[in-house]
């Protein structure tokens, strides 16, 4: 299952920096994963960009069933206190990349939404205006709830797009791209903020925080 292997990859890099513990990776897709690696004892770092109905519904039931209803469960990635640098660094970069200046610059963020929560709508809009200084603007757009993506990201100008998804499943892979093309979207098109090589080494300083 690419996503299994996905964490997995991510929690090999992740003890590669000094994260204080035994790191291993599991998904809610994969039968059997949360058995397999966790116990009462276990940190949970949720790789999810929203604290929702999987981290506080979803995952607690999924450990229960897995024999670990007391593993504890950390914040997930999207709330980290970093990631709002990390987007502006990546998307200044880009920016820098065409020739353009930040300021002058328009910002996308695209996330996951929710038609049953607002937590992915909320997370985005707090990280967009706290960056929101330092671009022209910062547009939010979602795949499951207005605004939409092929609606948002029209008539733009100038501008780059940064998915604030953790991994690089379906939604990355193929609705992303053909709400942009709908929209008409030119601009430079980022990867997820989750597979930023800078990623693991924020988790494993959450995770030796937390330990």
Known sequence: MPQQ???EALAAQVSRNDPGCPVLGATLAMPGSLSGTCDNDSLIYPMFMAEGWFTGTELPRRLTEAGAPHARIMRPFGTDPALPGLILAKASQ???AEGWQSQDTTL???AH???RSQAS??????LAAGIAPRFARVVTAFVEQPPFIADAARDLGRAVSLPLFALQADHVLNDLPMALDEAGFTGPRLPPIGLA???PVLIAKAIREAG
């Open 94 to 96: 880009a920016a820098a």
């Open 108 to 110: 996308l963020l695209t």
């Open 121 to 126: 709508f909320d997370i985005t809009n707090r």
């Open 113 to 115: 939404g929710s038609g």
């Open 197 to 199: 090589p800078e990623v």
């Open 5 to 7: 292997h996905a964490i």
